[in-house]
DNA sequence: CAATTTAAGTCAGTAATGTTGACATATATG
DNA sequence: CATATATGTCAACATTACTGACTTAAATTG
């Protein structure tokens, strides 16, 4: 069969390799939401206070403006899914002594706790796929991932180190 | 740095390990549907449609009962992008002839050719990622992969051989 | 100091994607 | 014939995103 293939077409498994490989992250990411999804409809929030909720405890003192950056979405739709996190007391905003214009924003006890929740839910899982393929494995995974990121942020994800401020 | 944060927390290595990945899924999905994101919009289409045609032009002649398990939304949902695609002529619906309440789904020529054109812009994104990467990584990319997935969709992936028909 | 830029927030309108629930139709199967 | 399956449809609704226009407060710059 690929013999076959191969020949008629040399470009073949070429192709049919980078189809996979889209194929495997929808895949991968549809799977990788699920759980968090289900968790985080019981709070009557979704997806995107996920996301924040994950920044934010990643790196406590983040901005808005950094938020921005790094979701890619506008302002106006941060705005109204932070607003809620900080409303249902989650998250908190502080002016930053420095600079007052920005707000550090900060997981309450209450934010923390579905926090680790919600990556605990996906470290149990991303643990599961690490252990069963192997540290080579897992060093190839990070290697391509970082080559599909822009340039730009690809520093960003090496580098963090939670400074816990 | 490390040696410190190692000798507080054996752990910390580890968590921010997992972290990572998902930082990493979390950036390299939101760059790898960018690109296809800003074709579609001139469409009028969603990444909803991309998906739809990716899986048909993918595999001729699935169902729309395949593209629900696939997709896992909603019938509904998946109607009205379905609709609009048939509609608009990208996307042909056939009975089989065996079973004629399933459907037949295929691509239009210019279904087809949208196909392409989304399908080309996020190989080269691939095909730049797995280059750079190199042969060993890409395996490891995918052992990765496909441990997150569902084990029930596995198989599909790795066995997926357009029959053509 | 005045002018400008930056960070953040707000109001209004719109669109895409997803959900539930209820029901309809055609076809296959026991 | 009764039932199950595949698909489609109507309606209402929620979440997440967008654009555009504007405001406020604070920092920066000439």
Known sequence: MVQLKSRVSPLFLREEELRQAMELLFYAY???TAEPDSILAKYGFG???HRVIYFVGRKPGTTVGELLR???ITKQSL???LGQLVREGF???ESDPRDRRRRRLRLTEKGAELERLLTES???LVASAYREAGAQAVEGFR???LGLI???DRGAIVDAEPTGN
């Open 91 to 93: 998250v908190t905003q």
């Open 47 to 49: 997806r995107a206070h």
């Open 30 to 32: 549809r799977d990788f």
């Open 150 to 152: 822009n340039e730009e």
């Open 79 to 81: 705005s109204r899914v």
């Open 70 to 72: 790094i979701l890619k």
């Open 143 to 145: 290697t391509v991932l």
């Open 122 to 124: 996906q470290c149990r």
